[in-house]
């Protein structure tokens, strides 16, 4: 099976998309020594990638680390607002994986970051139904009746699904989502009339927060990534 080698790049961990794109458009990939020019150029597993000289790995051992995301940043590679991304608060060595879902500029807490693309995509994807934990401080107004929440919601013509919540305390909540749509929980308990204050991810799946300091990043142990993997 052949795929593009932009995408197998950025699976290997070396670079993102879209720099293996732009390391590509300057001439700096070869495959089986000859330069790609393009980055729609497809190649198996028998070809040889090197990038400036050097062979890269294309199937490295799947990895995944847990980071604990500070207040006002950006899930992003780059912003063109200029805004500080996940990958100004991470040491050069990490900042070729990629992130697993995003959690917005104002939301805190666990966020998850593998080098390998594929399971990114399939841990974010909505089927694969993995519980995600929040704890929200919320301003509850007058109307508030958070029964919308529990049952399932439609919101400017997007449905959301069920959700988990417990009342921790008159401004606090719990609670658990298994879609992870955008701004999923802001969007919801804004609309029940629990417009939220913060918002903070303590886990995913089998992946918890803990104490994990502040724009902290650890690999998970193998037995960890094991059971976030029999969720799929």
């Known amino acids: 099976m052949k795929t593009r080698i932009a995408k197998v790049i950025a699976d290997s961990g070396f670079a993102s998309r879209r720099e293996a794109e732009r390391l ?11 330069t790609v020019i393009t980055p729609v150029h497809f190649i198996d597993d028998s070809d040889e990638i090197k990038i400036s000289g050097k062979v ?5 051992e799947l990895e995944i680390f847990a980071f604990h995301k500070p207040i006002n940043t950006v ?3 780059s912003d063109p607002q200029k805004r500080k991304t996940i990958y100004d608060c991470i040491p050069k060595e990490y900042r070729n994986l990629k992130y697993i879902g995003r959690l917005d500029y104002k939301t805190t807490g666990l966020l998850l970051l ?4 594929e399971a990114a995509r399939k841990l974010t994807l909505p089927e694969s139904n993995i519980p995600r934990v929040y704890i929200a ?41 298994t879609e992870g749509k955008k701004n999923e929980v802001r969007i919801v308990l ?27 990043i650890e690999k998970l142990p193998q037995k960890t990534i094991d059971e976030l993997l029999k969720t799929l």
């Open 24 to 34: 590509i458009k300057n001439g700096q990939v070869t495959v089986n020594g000859e």
């Open 75 to 77: 899930t992003t590679t």
């Open 114 to 117: 593998t080098n390998n693309g």
């Open 56 to 60: 890269i790995n294309k199937k490295p």
């Open 137 to 177: 401080t919320v301003k509850k107004m007058p109307s508030a009746d958070i029964s919308p929440a529990l049952n399932g919601i439609t919101v400017d013509g997007i449905t959301y699904k069920p959700m988990k919540i417990n009342i921790i305390s008159y401004n606090t909540l719990r609670v658990e989502v």
């Open 190 to 216: 804004k609309a029940c009339g629990y417009p939220v204050i913060k918002l903070h991810r303590v886990s995913f799946g089998p992946v918890k927060l803990g104490k994990l300091p502040v724009s902290r």
